[in-house]
């Protein structure tokens, strides 16, 4: 009988030095002179959005709330903080280059449309933390993510579009396997969307009935969640002149 209140002593001191034990790596430990203002050159309307709603789990100015202090819960916390950080870390913007900062974006505003971010379990504790259509709408113009007609630019080349491709497309749609979208080795341009027989596309685009042409690639490429909001590509190209360029290079 005099076990338990005996337990009942040590629990406490038990849950004190468990939030000292990081079993996911110590996210509240970040590297001298990593504190900076965050997305230098962003516009003020994204770059609210980004601070106040991805940046807790994607920078490293992580706010840190008492419940996130309390083991095993803050395991938990800081695993997905770690885990954010390690896809997409903010505080490192300033650092990318303008390539790298344009596939960002597509990724953030493909995961903002789809609802992948932020994640469920952060939602269901920061009620606020749920992304708007207006917060939407703000993000999509950190890249020109909004399709706009491709005005004042040269006609499509096609070896410039090969070296974009090699750039920026190959590493998902090259013929190796495990990659992240459809191979496109066999051509592209004049097929059905969804009919390469070795990808798991999405039911919206399998179900799109859209045949790859001039028109529908360069309109795919520059924002392919208002062609196919269902689709699984979360990446386009805000440059219309490379657009035009894949797009030659796809037709070759």
């Not at 953030?108 to 939407?136: F, N, S």
């Not at 042409?213 to 520059?222: D, F, G, R």
Request: charged fraction near 20%.
């Amino acid at each position: 009988m005099k076990r338990a209140p005996l337990l009942l002593l040590c629990a406490p001191l038990l849950l004190v030095g468990m939030a000292f034990v990081h079993p996911f790596g110590n996210a509240r430990v970040v590297p001298v002179g990593s504190h900076a203002p965050l997305l230098g050159g962003v516009n003020e309307d994204a770059r609210r959005v980004l601070v106040t709603k991805c940046a807790d789990c994607h920078s490293n100015e992580t706010r840190w709330p008492v419940y996130a202090r309390v083991a095993p819960g803050s395991w938990l916390i800081e695993r997905d903080v770690v885990e954010g950080r390690r896809k997409m870390n903010l505080s490192n913007w300033d650092g990318l280059s303008a390539d790298d900062k344009a596939i960002l974006v597509g990724k953030i505003v493909h995961e903002a449309r789809t609802g992948e971010m932020p994640l469920l379990q952060y939602r269901l504790v920061h009620w606020g933390a749920e992304l708007k259509p207006q917060d939407i709408s703000a993000l999509a113009t950190m890249g020109g993510a909004s399709h706009a007609a491709s005005v004042a630019v040269g006609a499509g080349d096609k070896m410039r579009g090969a070296a974009v491709f090699a750039k920026r497309c190959v590493s998902c749609h090259g013929d190796g396997g495990g990659r992240e979208g459809p191979p496109l080795s066999g051509g592209v341009f004049g097929k059905k969307a969804g009919t390469v027989p070795s990808f798991a596309y999405s039911n919206g685009l399998k179900q799109s009935g859209i045949v790859w042409n001039e028109v529908t690639l360069e309109k795919w490429l520059a924002d392919p969640d208002l062609v196919v909001p269902d689709n699984k590509m979360d990446f386009h190209v805000p440059s219309a002149q490379e657009r035009l360029d894949l797009v030659a290079y796809l037709k070759r």
